[in-house]
């Protein structure tokens, strides 16, 4: 068996987002919930703004 018929281990994981992209999706979000008239939409806003705010 040669190495080149050996299943590949996966390479390093990189993160996608940077704490800055976070901290402009929070932003986006809350200037988004402010036009926000629909309180189901309102309440998936709110649970995603807080979300991002854990990694940031």
């Known amino acids: ?16 987002f940077s704490t ?3 901290k402009l999706l929070r932003a986006a979000l809350a200037s ?3 036009t926000v008239e ?3 939409e309102l ?8 979300r991002l ?4």
């Open 20 to 22: 800055a992209d976070f």
């Open 53 to 56: 705010g854990t990694y940031s």
């Open 38 to 40: 629909d309180r189901d």
């Open 1 to 16: 068996m040669t190495t080149d018929s050996l299943p590949r281990e996966p390479g390093r994981a990189r993160a996608l």
């Open 32 to 34: 988004h919930a402010r």
């Open 43 to 50: 309440a998936r806003i709110n649970a995603l703004h807080h």
